[in-house]
């Protein structure tokens, strides 16, 4: 299975700044080779996005979505919405979302909810912060979050999920998991899914690492079994970096 590289633009780049740097990177898209590349920009590009990269080996995806279908909801953009500007993916769980914004796991299922019967593959987030980790709560952290999805959807609905491990200690710090504690948190969170959906289900699950991926590591971490792809934040946001990335993926 190819690598899944993801770009999260956050809420970076105007239209026409965001515009050139997908451009540039789809005009590389010879060198994609094991990559399968998704780009989260703003909301405010994905149509733009879609029009203009159309034919070529680019996925888009939201950074968000909301929890109900339509309605009197003003300044919420639903996943439906999402699906018909063309694109394929939705981010949900990001910590940003989750300490910023305090989505919870009641909400984060509804909008998962709403995201796969919309049709679109779902990227949750997930990983602990720098004070469940030096506090040894690392793992329970880790099952508290991936559990509450798991047992909120079928083994058919996971299907159309990919996880993304991400500390919240490495998000945008320049600090990076080694890949020992990215690969023992892989490994934890498939086995919590091979327990509820069996083996199959467990080794299939396809799992991102993200938190200060750069250029220079990237190689190392795309290396691995254990990790499906990266989802890179900072370093998406530099056409020339996110390309050396896409190209780690071999
Ligand atoms: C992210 O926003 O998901 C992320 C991993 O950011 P960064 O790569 O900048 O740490």
Not at 20 to 40: H, K, M
Not at 192 to 213: C, F, H, P, Q, W
Request: glycine content about 10%; aromatic content about 8%.
């Amino acid at each position: 299975m190819k690598k899944l590289i993801a770009g999260n633009h956050k809420m970076f780049t105007g239209v026409k700044e965001g515009l050139a740097l997908a451009s540039e990177i789809a005009r590389n898209a010879a060198d994609f080779g094991n990559a399968q590349v998704v780009l989260f920009p703003p909301f405010t590009h994905l149509c733009v996005f879609h029009e203009q990269l159309q034919g070529l080996p680019l996925e888009t995806g939201a950074q968000n979505c909301s929890d109900m279908p339509e309605g009197a909801f003003t300044g919420e953009v639903s996943a439906g919405m999402i699906k018909s500007t063309g694109a394929t993916h939705v981010l949900l769980g990001h910590s940003e979302r989750r300490t910023l914004f305090g989505e919870g796991h009641e909400l984060l299922c509804r909008k998962i909810n709403q995201a796969l019967d919309a049709g679109l593959q779902v990227v949750y987030c997930f990983g602990e912060n720098l004070q469940d980790m030096e506090e040894g709560h690392r793992f329970s952290k880790i099952e508290e979050q991936l559990q509450a999805v798991f047992e909120s959807f079928s083994q058919d609905e996971l299907d159309h999920l990919v996880l993304a491990y991400e500390p919240v200690w490495a998000i945008g710090t320049g600090k990076t998991a080694s890949l020992h504690e990215a690969e023992e948190a892989h490994a934890f969170a498939r086995e919590l899914m091979r327990n509820k959906y069996g083996t199959d289900a467990g080794n299939e699950l396809r799992i991102l690492y993200g938190g200060s991926v750069k250029a220079t590591n990237a190689r190392e971490l795309l290396s691995s079994s254990e990790i499906g792809g990266v989802l890179v934040g900072g370093a998406s946001l530099d056409a020339a970096e996110f390309l050396q990335i896409i190209q780690a993926a071999g």
